[in-house]
């Protein structure tokens, strides 16, 4: 008879955590958000924390030492950005929000180790 221990090992086997990064340093305040990664699999969202009819400029710097990293910024209706990056990447977006949605930005990376850097203010 296999004991549940099998049955847990045989699970994380067969479904492995998806979303992992080593040494993982930053912050997420409002108007910017930062860190330094290794090893980064999976996706962080990032809500962009203005009133909901406010227009901005939203402002990124990454730098990747290896692997692979995509951001997008987007609100429920469209996409506005949407980039892999690699070595180091800067741009600025401005965003008129006549509809009053709500915006948030996304990293997905694929065993990226490196940084970035993100402000974002109201117009």
């Known amino acids: 008879m296999i004991s549940i221990k099998h049955y847990v090992i045989f699970g994380a086997l067969l479904f492995p955590q998806q979303n992992y990064t080593r040494n993982w340093e930053g912050s997420d305040l409002p108007g910017h958000s930062f860190a330094k990664f290794e090893h980064f699999n999976g996706k962080q969202d990032f809500k962009i924390k203005l009133d909901k009819n406010d227009s ?3 402002t990124y710097k990454t730098t990747l030492k290896n692997g692979a990293l ?3 910024v987007k609100s429920p209706s469209k996409t506005v ?14 965003i008129l929000n006549s509809r009053g949605e709500k915006y948030k930005f996304i990293f997905k990376a694929k065993k990226a180790s ?10």
């Open 81 to 94: 950005l949407s980039k892999n990056l690699s070595g180091s990447s800067a741009g600025v977006l401005k």
């Open 56 to 58: 901005f400029v939203f």
């Open 70 to 72: 995509h951001l997008e």
């Open 114 to 123: 490196g940084s970035f850097d993100v402000t974002y203010k109201k117009l």
